[in-house]
DNA sequence: CCAGACGTTGTT
DNA sequence: GTCTGG
DNA sequence: CCAGACGTTGTT
DNA sequence: GTCTGG
């Protein structure tokens, strides 16, 4: 699953890759849930790219609390959940990253890795966005939609974040694509031969910790 | 009909 | 808002 | 995801 | 144990 990730390229260098315009926003080795997050977001009206807060708050929540439960949504069943199917035809978003954590705990140790994709190329995961529209707030929000593990994972964990290829990145922002099956069907396990992991310091387990030894190799 | 949930992960 | 359960 | 709090009253 | 905050 995914509830923590890397954000370490330039603006200018993300620009690069994926030949999109983003706003300013502070690289971040410890990206967490309740933290804003880097996305290009798809509506019937527009395609833009803006800091979104991670845990989707439905726009019908009496309470934002509820996004802390909302951080990732199952592959298998987000066009059926009554909180995101509607979501999936209507507003769905890329989220920006170059890496993402994922603990292995085997013997009541817990044990963080990274993993990147591409020799540590900038990569998509994808999402889908809400607003919520509270007393004296109004919050844009997402989730990260989750599936199971590639070969490359299975080993630590048994699900992964869905990670979009070039191709599928095009069709899933694609207004005009309202078709569930079609969708559903870009979310699969990344290329296990794209993706490499390597295991990095329990440091990463606080939230509060955010800067470049992170993503170094431990031990 | 109204009330209440709406989610994932992992562990037992 | 929409679905499920009672 | 993990870490850290989880409570009230009253006083500074 | 469970919820909140980051």
Redesign the pocket.
């Known amino acids: 699953?995914?509830?923590?990730y890397t954000l370490v390229n330039s603006r200018e260098a993300l620009e690069k890759a994926f030949g999109a315009a983003f706003p300013e926003g502070n690289e971040s080795y410890n990206v967490?849930?309740?933290?804003k997050v880097l996305a290009v977001a798809s509506s019937t009206e527009q395609t833009k790219a803006g800091w979104l807060q991670w845990?989707l708050i439905?726009?019908?929540?009496?309470d934002k609390?509820?996004g802390?439960?909302?951080?990732?949504?199952?592959a298998e069943?987000?066009d059926t959940?009554?909180?995101?199917?509607?979501l999936l035809e209507r507003r769905r978003c890329l989220v920006i990253a170059d890496g993402f954590?994922?603990?292995d705990?085997e013997g009541g140790t817990?044990q963080?890795y990274r993993i990147t994709v591409d020799n540590e190329e900038p990569f998509a995961f994808a999402g889908l966005w809400d607003r919520w529209e509270g007393k004296e707030e109004t919050i844009t929000s997402c989730t990260i939609i989750?599936t199971e593990a590639n070969d490359l994972m299975q080993n630590i964990?048994?699900?992964m974040p869905v990670i979009l290829d070039e191709e599928a990145r095009k069709t899933w922002l694609d207004p005009h694509e309202t078709d569930k099956q079609v969708l559903k069907s870009l979310l699969q396990p990344f290329d296990a031969s794209r993706m490499a992991i390597y295991p990095v310091s329990?440091e990463v387990?606080?939230?509060?910790h955010n800067h470049a030894a992170l993503i170094e190799r431990k031990g």
């Not at 699953?1 to 923590?4: I, N």
């Not at 439905?58 to 009496?62: I, L, T």
């Not at 387990?205 to 509060?208: D, G, L």
């Open positions: 699953m995914c509830g923590r967490a849930p309740s933290q845990g439905p726009s019908w929540a009496d609390k509820i802390h439960k909302m951080i990732n949504a199952r069943s987000v959940k009554p909180a995101f199917r509607h954590y994922e603990w705990r817990k963080p989750t964990h048994h699900r329990t387990n606080s939230p509060k």
